[in-house]
């Protein structure tokens, strides 16, 4: 007797005395079922074993290769059950974390644009710390530390409180409904993350060198009363230095066409800000508050006053995640879009930046990051 039963995405059951388990396909299980039948009218012995030996073979899994999953992007090892991205018939070599697939699937599975975070992972396997932990036997972890940074959620207070004030729902609907991943991911698969600054409200007399306000008040003639800050239209012509470090730790880069040619300690809205190489980031995991630009998600900026910017980051420049549950990283560079404190006078859009983050990775890619390769072509092949 052969049955044919499906159970967690496993065709299982038994064939005469011999139990199987193999992995659920819409035409292995149609073909399965057909030697169920043939079995069941066999008219002699002989007719009988010659079944069970075509179906014997039809459930022989080869382990050491790797199988095409629902997600055209991913394929998985069925010996360690590792998911992989891939790229027609190409295979990384870096696992999927488990979390990142249920997040694809999910995506899938409510009609969600899912690309956003395939184009994530392959920034990310782009990223040359990977390679280097990878190496060490800590890559597969650093991953993880990765994908629960970017799956951090976020009970937004605010709105938890207009939802149960304004509209009356109960505290666990509004609860529910307030909670909101603390990163986003661009369509281009950046992340949209946040920095907390302090505005410079002093500068220099050039000639003098004597410290003077940076804006000035004006005050209405009758009344008194101030008729501006002083403050310019634009949140670009403003300046304002990372909250914590202010201009101690390494000087960084704030380059675009209100930047400076120099490193400084200055962060400016439509720049994107970068250290000179990967020696002045901190890569270990487990240290914090050491060298490193430091960008964080929702509850990690809750913690600091200050001005908040939103920020563009490439996972390719991530250093070290030493906060996966608040919500830190550290980093080589990110681009800074907007903040809070100002009104853009520019547009910024995540694909001019990702256009040059892959620009970089045409310049930097080494013998050390040859196997992401592949994951570069993933990325074109779906812009």
């Given at each position: ?44 012995m002989n007719d009988y074993q010659s079944v069970l030996q075509a179906f014997k073979a039809a459930v022989q899994e080869d382990f050491s290769k790797v199988i ?316």
């Amino acid at each position: 007797m052969i049955s044919v039963n499906v159970i967690d995405g496993n065709i299982v059951g038994s064939y005469g005395d011999t139990p199987y388990s193999v992995a659920y396909s819409k035409n292995l299980y149609a073909k399965l079922l057909e030697f169920s039948n043939e079995a069941d009218a066999a008219h002699s012995m002989n007719d009988y074993q010659s079944v069970l030996q075509a179906f014997k073979a039809a459930v022989q899994e080869d382990f050491s290769k790797v199988i095409q999953d629902k997600c055209e992007f991913i394929y998985i090892k069925p010996s360690t059950g590792e998911f992989f991205l891939k790229n027609e018939n190409t295979v990384s070599s870096i696992p999927m974390p488990q979390s990142l697939v249920d997040r694809i699937y999910e995506s899938m599975d409510a009609q969600i644009d899912f690309l956003p975070l395939v184009k994530m992972w392959t920034r990310w396997l782009r990223n040359p710390i990977l390679y280097e932990k990878q190496s060490k036997g800590i890559g597969n972890q650093f991953s993880e530390r990765f994908f629960n940074f970017i799956n951090m959620k976020y009970v937004h207070p605010t709105l938890k409180k207009e939802f149960m004030e304004d509209h009356g729902l109960s505290e666990e609907v509004a609860t529910r409904k307030a909670t909101m991943y603390q990163v986003k991911i661009t369509k281009e698969g950046l992340l949209n993350g946040y920095k907390v600054s302090r505005e410079v409200l002093t500068k220099y007399d050039s000639e003098t060198g004597e410290q003077m306000p940076r804006y000035i008040r004006t005050f209405n003639p009758d009344t008194g009363e101030i008729d501006s800050e002083g403050l310019p239209e634009t949140v670009e012509e403003r300046l304002f230095e990372p909250a914590v470090m202010g201009d101690r730790g390494d000087a960084f880069y704030c380059e675009g066409s209100n930047g400076y040619s120099d490193a400084q300690h200055f962060i400016k809205v439509g720049c994107s800000h970068r250290l000179a190489d990967w020696d002045q980031v901190d890569t270990n995991d487990n240290h914090s508050c050491v060298p490193g630009l430091h960008v964080g998600g929702l509850k990690y900026i809750a913690w600091y006053s200050g001005e908040i910017h939103n920020v563009f980051i490439d996972p390719m420049h991530i250093g070290a995640v030493p906060d996966d549950v608040d919500g830190a990283i550290r980093c080589l560079q990110y681009f800074v879009h907007s903040s809070l404190t100002g009104v853009n006078g520019s547009i910024y859009h995540s694909s001019t930046y990702a256009s040059m983050t892959d620009e970089q990775w045409d310049t930097m890619r080494t013998d050390s990051i040859k196997a992401a390769q592949s994951s570069l072509n993933t990325l074109n092949s779906m812009r």
